[in-house]
């Protein structure tokens, strides 16, 4: 299975990058490497992980409610990372503060966006 580096910038400040699988969805590829990004259903309902697609390629978000994002919000570059399969590398950017990001000791990611 191919995997892609997607890079998470935070108010456009470099932030980490972690791997991920096609078939695996951007929040589990994350807490897998040791990050807790915002998340609350983890099923497409909620909105909490809504953030910017800056740069990348992904097919079609899994199912999700058009309450937490609408086509128009697609449309315009948002995504759901509990439902993002990346197609290629990606830059993912938050509209918040990095601090807000938990962090699991001894966790491999790489810090200030570059390569493992």
């Known amino acids: 299975m191919a995997t892609h580096n997607v890079q998470f910038t935070f108010e456009g400040e470099p932030g980490f990058t972690v791997e991920c699988r096609e078939d695996d969805d951007v929040i589990s590829a994350a807490l897998r490497e040791g990050y807790i990004l915002l998340s609350q259903c983890r099923q497409g309902a909620c909105s909490t992980c809504k953030a910017f697609l800056a740069d990348g390629e992904y097919d079609d ?21 509990c439902r993002l399969q990346p197609r ?25 966006g570059g390569n493992r």
């Open 88 to 112: 290629s590398d990606m830059v993912i950017d938050f509209d918040y503060p990095m601090d807000l990001i938990g962090h699991l000791a001894g966790a491999s990611a790489t810090q200030g």
């Open 61 to 81: 978000l899994l199912p999700h409610s058009v309450h937490a994002l609408s086509p128009s919000e697609e449309d315009e570059g948002f995504v759901l990372l």
